[in-house]
């Protein structure tokens, strides 16, 4: 489906002109997303469904490996149930979608489009859960949800959404905190080493904490124009949905008790952070764990060589993809040149070249797409080699990120030098708040900065830069998508 | 979540007594779906989804295999869009869910929660299809649809279900014709062979085909109580929503022309084919190859004995999760008789018992869930058995059900016989129909049966069972889910 415009590639507007305008021309160009007839609604193309694919293949890895199994609940919340918890309705309502007609007839109750689950979950492991036997419960979706957003932008902010949310009930209070902790750690896990973003942990503030919850802890990863971007959270609900929606256990010692819960989720807004993360003005790079096609291979054909370029190289295809993702870009009607650029622009981590000389030589010409390096390797060679560059080229794309990240960390000792901070550099900046949310509120109407965490061992000591209180402790502030 | 009921198991209601509520009781003992506060919505509990993930991931595989992408398309479908093509709307209109309220707001236009996604794919393709070098599309989804259903049942008709449904467009009638009936034979295969479900192929009639299409093809199964269900369908579209929604290309004679479309889709219907093929008065039987678990291990434990059992079942486990998913009921709550009952009444393939004289014997006792036969086995052996009975099982359950559609697949010459035999039987009968629709609409109104489908290449030359017209076809009546 490209459109066979030799100019293609060069549509996209430099990162250093208008930011936001490159991510979405890499967005259209490399076939991510496009627009649906539907406000706020996004399609996600085949090339980017098949990134989303492979992160959740490596995610739901993880998910089970600890211990939970997927299952699914209905799309629809009827709302008395939405509004059983308060917080939680207060913070939802304002962007969900109603059904309000089934067929030809009006709806006696109407029914939510689901903007998270914890109300539905809650009702039925009100009648699942009834002895401590059955705890703890360690239950996983996959789904869609919609929330009604006024502006919104492809993967970062849409009406609907994809995504996976965790819902779990345990015994004790502590059970729930390990559980929402160590969530957190496979998000981090997942994030770091599959798709190369290095990221912050820490605890939300209570102004930013999940509608319902007790605590809500995250990860915050840094986008190349300096804004954070929040990549995944874990909560800590406490007892309040227990007790709103009875969820209730027979103990050991014979006593009725409210269970403790957590949720967690990540979404196809990772997809945005993977494109701010790793493009450049050539257009995506996509980590090889995660990469559709983590080869392309352009054959060179000159007229009188073109059969014998041709069978080599589907030879070498066949031979590859046993063990990579890999395409072969045979198309006769698109020069070698244009094919480099395409495949570039669509971030595939290794290009090789195949032509008549390299036949003859038993060699491939080896393309990076992190640093352009060109290898000449050998046939015989080139499946260690393939493997040994594709670890190295993800282990590259982390580290830059990560240097890039340690670069755009400051600390700022008062509110002039965070003032000034953001508005020269953007980035993490570190600073003492005292945790009232006034300052937080002060903060964000002078900088446009929000407290993206509270670091776990947080710094203290110092003033807050805010209210000047004494012994405050250092948290993360940033603008954020 | 077990109740620790010891009478859980016994709750089953026979077949022979009350088919339909063997069938609910099943699904609630086996944990396979509970009823969610919403009209005509299902929770699909951990393990029946884990029968629909290996489910997907059979049916995905050979999607790709044969050059499909997946991607995923808007849950809205503008009103407008909807009602562009006719006989679509006419067909899905009465059981649409409508969304007309976003936030606070009230929508314009009411948006179509979608029962089927050919309208948003038609306009999606009328901007990416642009040449001949853009075909053929081939794109399928997995998603959830709601369609508004007045009676429910769970995986056989709920108002929100989950599916896959392939949309792929074409340069030739030719192209979207050897599609159509490519992906039939996809899901015959898939069905055949990793459900263990056995099926008739074949043309839906004009009055069974689906809303829009040209042609629909279907597979056809029949349950153990005589009755048939679709188990997918695949349709060749023709050019109609090609010239509603405007999808041309420029063909390489420089002629703009319309393109041929195809839809094909299957469903978590599927789930109830398969419980009601295999399943028994015990229970869920499931074919290994979409068993969550192949094997349970239930350790035999005296109380002297108790840490030396569980030391060895704990390593053979290890072992064993290697190669099969296997898994070890070793709780103590419960007596090795009631997990026998337990894991029977869930389907598991295969049931290992491991006691101290096994150990001694360096043996294992492995009892077959299809046949109730009991098989001792040295551990050194043990790997290639398993194998071998899993293979056995999956065959021989396949080849009962096999047996079952033949014996109950019978010809009636008029239409007395035909009667008698749907009274009598249920089950697939072969008779001659002369194409009309309002022979068809006899034959429903007289015996609740209808045409499930025309064979490929029917039998010819006998009278319409109904009008007595010559040179009928021979097609397959049934009563169906
Ligand atoms: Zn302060
Ligand atoms: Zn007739």
Redesign the pocket.
């Given at each position: 489906m490209s459109n066979g415009n030799e100019n293609f590639v060069r549509e996209i507007t430099p990162q250093s002109q208008d930011y936001s305008q490159w991510y979405l021309d890499v967005i259209k160009k490399a076939e991510l997303v496009d627009y649906a007839p539907v406000k706020g609604c996004m399609v996600i193309r085949p090339y980017g469904y098949a990134i989303w694919e492979n992160m959740k293949l490596g995610l739901d890895r993880r998910i089970k490996e600890t211990g939970h199994e997927n299952a699914y609940f209905p799309l629809f919340i009827p709302e008395s149930l939405l509004q059983k918890e308060a917080d939680h309705v207060e913070g939802f309502a304002p962007e969900v979608a109603w059904v309000t007609k089934g067929g030809q007839e009006e709806l006696s109750e109407k029914l939510a489009i689901r903007p998270t689950s914890e109300a539905m979950i809650g009702e039925m492991y009100s009648k699942w859960i009834q002895s401590w036997r059955d705890l703890p419960v360690l239950i996983n979706q996959w789904a869609n949800v919609v929330r009604w957003e006024k502006s919104t932008r492809p993967f970062l902010r849409t009406s609907e959404f994809l995504w996976q949310e965790g819902h779990t009930a345990h015994r004790t209070e502590e059970g729930a905190e390990e559980e929402t902790l160590k969530m957190l750690d496979v998000y981090r896990d997942f994030v770091e080493n599959d798709m190369a973003i290095p990221v912050l942990k820490g605890l939300k503030t209570e102004k930013e904490k999940f509608a319902g919850a007790l605590r809500t802890y995250c990860i915050e990863a840094l986008m190349s124009d300096g804004r954070a971007l929040q990549a995944g959270t874990s909560h800590n609900l406490g007892q309040h949905f227990a007790e709103v929606f009875d969820i209730t256990f027979l103990d050991q010692d014979d006593e009725r008790k409210y269970v403790w819960q957590t949720s967690w989720g990540v979404s196809t807004r990772l997809l945005g952070a993977l494109i701010m993360v790793h493009g450049d003005d050539r257009g995506l790079q996509i980590p090889p764990k995660v990469a559709p096609n983590q080869i392309v291979m352009v054959p060179i054909m000159p007229k009188n060589k073109q059969e014998l370029v041709k069978e080599e190289s589907q030879k070498l295809y066949d031979e590859l993809k046993k063990d990579f993702r890999v395409k072969l870009d045979d198309r006769e009607e698109q020069t070698p040149g244009w094919k480099f650029n395409e495949w570039e622009m669509r971030g595939v981590p290794i290009r090789l070249e195949i032509g008549p000389k390299d036949i003859e030589k038993e060699q491939v010409v080896l393309v990076r797409r992190d640093n352009g390096e060109k290898i000449f390797v050998k046939r015989d060679k080139l499946h260690d080699k393939l493997e040994e560059v594709l670890a190295d080229i993800q282990d590259s794309m982390y580290n830059r990120a990560k240097e890039y990240l340690e670069d755009n960390t400051r600390v700022a000792k008062d509110m002039d030098e965070l003032s000034s901070i953001i508005e020269e550099h953007k980035g993490m900046v570190k600073a003492h708040?005292?945790g009232?949310g006034n300052?937080e509120e002060h903060v964000k109407d002078e900088t446009k900065a929000t407290i993206r965490l509270i670091p776990f061992n947080p710094n203290t000591g110092e003033d807050?830069i805010?209210?000047g209180?004494g012994d405050s402790k250092e948290v993360v502030f940033a603008r954020a998508y």
């Open positions: 708040w005292c009232s300052c807050c805010s209210c209180k």
